[in-house]
Nanobody
């Protein structure tokens, strides 16, 4: 089992920056992809950004150029740097990882961007 704990959410104003962190613990050997998803009420959870153990990254179009995902494999931690935040970025952000074909999720952290 893998446990994921997110931190760094909060209330910010439009244009501000925020960095989310997610630390994995437990059976971390074999974790490949790590990423961030977000969800708003009544909508499906969407992939925001992901990264493989080798460093390849993927972003949803709406955050390209504003968000950066990175990871520290030694610490089993993934980060999401968010810049130029917009009210439409408001959501609960969930950390995710894939280990040996199984998906694991954090409990989520709220990000609220006021206009």
């Amino acid at each position: 089992q893998v446990q994921l704990v997110e931190s760094g959410g909060g209330l910010v104003q439009a244009g501000d920056s925020l960095t989310l962190s997610c630390a994995a613990s437990g059976s971390t050997f074999g974790i490949n992809a790590m990423g961030w998803y977000r969800q708003t009420p009544g909508k499906q959870r969407e992939l925001v950004a992901s990264t493989t153990r080798g460093g390849s990254t993927n972003y949803v179009d709406s955050v390209k150029g504003r968000f950066t995902i990175s990871r520290d494999n030694a610490k089993n931690t993934v980060y999401l740097q968010m810049h130029s935040l917009k009210p439409e970025d408001t959501a609960v952000y969930f950390c995710n990882c894939v280990r040996l074909g199984a998906f694991y999720w954090g409990q989520g952290t709220q990000v609220t961007v006021s206009s």
